[in-house]
Every structure is written in C-alpha cells, then in structure tokens.
C-alpha cells in the first residue's frame, strides 16, 4: 500500500504557480516530520523546505520567499505553494514524512517551468 501519494505537478510558465499536495495514509502522520525535496535531471536530490510536527519550518534559500510549505494534520496532508516559478525549479519533487524509526517518500510528480 502507498504511504504517501503525492499530487499537483505539471507544466508551467515562467512566473506562474504550483500547488503540490502529498497525502499520507496514516492517521498517525501528525506526530511526524514532513518535507519536500526535488531532483533535477544529471543532478543530485535537494531539500526544499521542510515542516516539522509542531510546526517549525525550514526553505532552502534558492526557494525563500516564492514557496510555501504548510500541513493539515487532520488531513495528513502537506502542501508546497510554488509562486514565481523560474526554469531552474523544473524537477521531479518528492515529498517525504520521517520520524525517528521510519521514513517515507512519495513517488515523485514532475514539475517544468518553461515557456
């Protein structure tokens, strides 16, 4: 069973906006961490920013101040908000929720920025 599904990729121009969403299948995923990460292609994965289970948050600096992480706990579910989208943020991005036993990532959903 998938843990993590994982939704909102896609093609986009230049400046636009992406909301991905990555929702969990257990109820216990609030006491979790939750981020998001990404790879681009010949290129190695990289944090985008994270969330932690009370709610601290950690960007990357190439992403501070055009994206947005956030959770719903009652929902299992984090979001990444993506404004002002450039080229250099085309990768697949993969959310992932991890406590200290365990870990899980999403499946990955394609994310292009090009005109």
């Known amino acids: 069973q998938r843990q993590l599904v994982e939704s909102g990729g896609g093609l986009v121009q230049p400046g636009g906006s992406l909301r991905l969403s990555c929702a969990g299948s257990?109820?216990?995923?609030?006491?979790?961490?939750m981020g998001w990460y990404r790879q681009a292609p010949g290129n190695q994965r990289e944090l985008v920013a994270t969330?932690?289970?009370?709610?601290?948050?950690n960007n990357a600096d190439s992403v501070k101040g055009r994206f947005t992480i956030s959770r719903d706990n009652a929902k299992n579910t984090v979001y990444l908000q993506m404004n002002n989208l450039k080229p250099e943020d085309t990768a697949v991005y993969y959310c992932?929720?991890?406590?200290?036993?365990?870990?899980?990532w999403g499946q990955g959903t394609q994310v292009t920025v090009s005109s």
């Open positions: 992932k929720v991890w406590r200290w036993d365990a870990e899980y």
């Open positions: 257990r109820s216990d995923f609030k006491a979790y961490h």
């Open positions: 969330i932690s289970s009370n709610g601290n948050i």
